[in-house]
Each structure stands twice: as C-alpha cells, then as structure tokens.
C-alpha cells in the first residue's frame, strides 16, 4: 500500500521560514518525479516546484528564488524549504509522487498559514 506523508506545516510571520517534508513508501517501482502543490481556499491546485530523479528542478515563478526543493532518493524523501515566506503563500501544500514514471500519488496535504 502506498503511503505519502507530508509533514512540517504550521504558522509563520511574514519574511520567516518553514521547511516541508515528504516521504513516500510502499511500492516496488521506483520514483521519478517529486514534487510539491499547494491550493489556496477558492483556488485550484498550482504547482511550487518538482524534482527529477537525476536533480533537475521546476519552480513556480512566484516562489523561484524564495523556495527550494531537494530529495533525498535514499529515504524517498522530498523537501521544501521555504523562505522570505509571503501572506499570498497560504494554502494547504500538497506532495505529488510519480511511481515508474506513470503512477502519481497525493499526499494528505500540511497547512501552511503566513500571518502577522
């Protein structure tokens, strides 16, 4: 059974930062794509950023620059480090996980609220 966890979410001042975590489990194929959403209430769902198996990365032009995200292909984990953190960042943050290449997986979602 396939299992993504997110975890790491909570409430921050505008300009400080949160770091997000995903690990995935159980499933024999092996990952490729990680990534990161978020949906804002009355918003759809957009993409912050992706990472490939080999690195490369994806970013969001409203968080290029401000976010960062990494993996770790050991651990089948997935960060987000967030900084420089906006109000208009608030949204429940979804992770994504692409198994071979074909099979995507959601996270529960972790709520992240910048206010002041």
């Known amino acids: 059974q396939v299992q993504v966890v997110e975890s790491g979410g909570g409430l921050v001042q505008p300009g400080g930062s949160l770091r997000l975590s995903c690990a995935a489990s159980g499933s024999s194929l092996s990952i490729s794509r990680m990534g990161w959403y978020r949906q804002a209430p009355g918003k759809p769902r957009d993409l912050v950023a992706t990472i490939a198996t080999g690195g490369s990365t994806n970013y969001a032009d409203s968080v290029r620059g401000r976010f960062s995200i990494s993996r770790d292909n050991a651990k089948n984990t997935v960060y987000l480090q967030m900084n420089s953190l906006k109000l208009e960042d608030t949204a429940v943050y979804y992770c994504?996980?692409?198994?071979?290449?074909?099979?995507?997986?959601w996270g529960q979602g972790t709520q992240v609220t910048v206010s002041s």
């Open positions: 994504n996980v692409i198994f071979g290449g074909v099979f995507g997986y």
